[in-house]
C-alpha cells in the first residue's frame, strides 16, 4: 500500500485474545493479528485476568498488524478500542489489585462471566431501587456494582487501596492517553450511570453499601463520561506510543463494550438502528435493537440512553454462554482431539473448520440443518 495512505486500527479485547486490525479510511481490512490471553478459573464462580497481560496483548497486535499492512506508523489517524464489560482494579500508582486473596497481583480483573457477586447482586435488588428500573428491574452479578460491593465486603484492603475500578474499554485508553475519561457505553450499560440525566444516582450507591464512592464525587469510578469516539487526552503518551511502535500524540477514541461496537457495526446497514436489530455472538451473546422512546422490559436490560447509537434508547438481551456452550459441545465428542489437529494442521479454529466440513455435504448453508435431521442437542 501507500505509506502514506492515511489508516487507522480497531483494537478487539474478547474473553480469549486480544484482537488488531489495521483499515484504511474506506473500510477495508489490510491486516490483522490474534494474540491469546490467559483466563484463570478459580472457586466460586470467581473468573480472572490480567491488565497487564492483555496490555502486553494489544501493544504486540497492534506491532505485528503495522508490520504486516506495510503501512507506516506515521499513517494511523486514530486508535479505537472496545473491550469486554469486565472490571479493572489499579493501586493510586496505577499498579494491579489482586482481586481474589490467593491469586497474584497480576490478576486484577474480575471477568465480565465472574459470578462471584451473586448474593450481593441479589441484595441489590431486594432494595428495589429506582436506579434498577434502568436495568431490566435486576441487576445482574455480570455488571461493575455488585462486584465492587463484592470487593469491600471479601476484599476490603483492595477495596479500599483502589485509586480507580475501570470497566476493561476504559482501562484500555486511560493506559495509552492518561486520560480517566469513561465511555458513556460501559457506564450506563454496566454501572448505572443514568445517561438520559447525566449523572450518578449517590442515593443508589449509599442503598446498596457503597456510600465511599458517592462521598469522593465518584473519583474512582468516573467524574468525566463522554460519548464513545470522543479523543483521550492528548492521544497516546509517549510510553504507549513506544509499546505499540506508533508516534507520541496518535489520537485515541473512547471506546465501547465489545458487543456495543458490534451492535454499531451491525445496526448501520441499509434501514438504519432503528429497523435493524443487532445479534453479536462471541463466547457470549447479545441482542440489541434501538428505540426513540425509552422502552421498560422486566428482565430485559435498559433501556440505556445514547449507550450504542447517539440520542437514542437501548434494550437489550444476554445469553452468557453462547460460544462457549458450543466449545464445550464439541469438547465432550470422541472425535474432539483427532478435529482439532486437523482444525490446527489448516490454519482455522475448530468450529470454523467444523463448519467448513459440514458445508461441503450441502448444497446451501441453510441446508447444513438437514444433515443434523432426527438429533436433538439440550
Known sequence: MNSLQKTVIGVDVGSGSVRAGIFDLSGTLLSHVTQKITTTHRSGSRVEQ???????????????????SGAAPESVAGIGFDATCSLVVLDKNG???PVSAEGDAAQNIIVWMDHRATEQAERIN???????NYVGGKISP???????????????????NAWQFFDLADFLTWRATGDLARSICTVTCKWTWLAHENRWD????????????ADDEFARIGQRIVPPGT?????????????????????????????????????????GALNNMAYVFGTSSCTMTSTNDPVFVPGIWGPYYSAMVPGLWLVEGGQSAA???????LAFHPAAEDARKLAQ??????????????????PQASDAVTLAAGIHVV
Open 323 to 329: 460460544g462457549a456452550a458450543i466449545d464445550q459441545l
Open 142 to 160: 455480570e455488571m461493575e456494582t455488585p462486584k465492587i460491593l463484592w470487593l469491600k465486603e471479601n476484599r476490603r484492603e483492595v477495596y479500599e
Open 231 to 271: 479523543p483521550c487526552g492528548d492521544g497516546l503518551t509517549a510510553q504507549a506510543a513506544q509499546e505499540m511502535g506508533l508516534p507520541a500524540g496518535t489520537p485515541v477514541a473512547v471506546g465501547l463494550i465489545d458487543a456495543h461496537a458490534g451492535g454499531i457495526g451491525t445496526v448501520g446497514v441499509e434501514g
Open 202 to 213: 449517590p442515593d443508589y450507591f449509599r442503598t446498596i453499601g457503597l456510600a465511599e464512592l
Open 345 to 362: 494442521e489448516a490454519g482455522l479454529p475448530l468450529p470454523v473448520y467444523l463448519a467448513d466440513r459440514v458445508s461441503e455435504k450441502a
Open 50 to 68: 490480567s491488565s497487564q497481560e492483555i496490555w502486553q496483548a494489544v501493544c504486540h497486535c497492534i506491532r505485528e498488524a503495522l508490520r504486516q
Open 126 to 132: 431486594a432494595s428495589q431501587h429506582p436506579v434498577l
Open 95 to 97: 499498579a494491579p489489585l
